[in-house]
Every structure is written in structure tokens, then in C-alpha cells.
């Protein structure tokens, strides 16, 4: 199992930018695929951005070139930097953690709230 703390979220106006850093309580450089999902009210859970062990990144279709996912195994971390924030990026975001090529349960954190309104 993997503890993931997430942090970096908040209240931003439409337009802005915010930086998600997500850290681990133990080495990534094995997790398969590192990423972000976010969940909006009354919607499901929804893919965002991962990157896998190789380095390949895959984002969710609504990104549209806005945001750019960071994986950097030295600290344990991957960061999601969001330029371009609309109002209907409002949700609440959570890391992941994907080893589910080996058998393995997804890892998440607890959720943090982004909220882009003016």
C-alpha cells in the first residue's frame, strides 16, 4: 500500500493557474502509472492526467493543451500545473497511484477541493 497526501488546491478565478503536488510515503520509481483523476458534483470520477513508468503521459480530452502532468521519482511526486482554469474545472481532485498491471490495487489520496470561480 501507498500513502498519497495531495496539496496545492484552492480557490482561483477563471483563467488562473494552480500547481497539485501529490507525494508518496515510499518510493514511485516502481508504480506503474502516477496521475490525477477529479470528481465534480453529481458526476463520476474522471481520468485528468497520468504518466506512466516510461515516461508517457495521457491526458483526458476536455484538457485540451491547458494543463501538463510532472512525475519526478527522486521526490516521490508528481505535480499537475493547470493554466488556463475554467469554471467547469471545478471538482475535487485526487492522486493516484496505478500498479494494477501487477495485480496490485490502485492507490488514491484523500481528495483536494479546486474551485475556479470569479
Known amino acids: 500500500q501507498v500513502k498519497l497526501v495531495e496539496s496545492g488546491g484552492g480557490l482561483v478565478q477563471p483563467g488562473g493557474s494552480l500547481r497539485l503536488s501529490c507525494t508518496a510515503d515510499r518510493s514511485t520509481y516502481s508504480i506503474y502509472a502516477m496521475g490525477w483523476y477529479r470528481q465534480a458534483p453529481g458526476k463520476q470520477r474522471e481520468l485528468v492526467a497520468t504518466v506512466n513508468i516510461t515516461g508517457t503521459a495521457t491526458y483526458g480530452d476536455f484538457v485540451k493543451g491547458r494543463f501538463t502532468i510532472i512525475r519526478d521519482n527522486a521526490k516521490s511526486s508528481v505535480y499537475l500545473q493547470m493554466n488556463g482554469l475554467e469554471v467547469a474545472d471545478t471538482a475535487v481532485y485526487f492522486c493516484?497511484?496505478?500498479?494494477?498491471?501487477?495485480?496490485?490495487?490502485?492507490?488514491w489520496g484523500q481528495g483536494i477541493e479546486v474551485t475556479v470561480s470569479s
Open positions: 493516484n497511484g496505478d500498479d494494477t498491471i501487477y495485480g496490485l490495487p490502485p492507490y
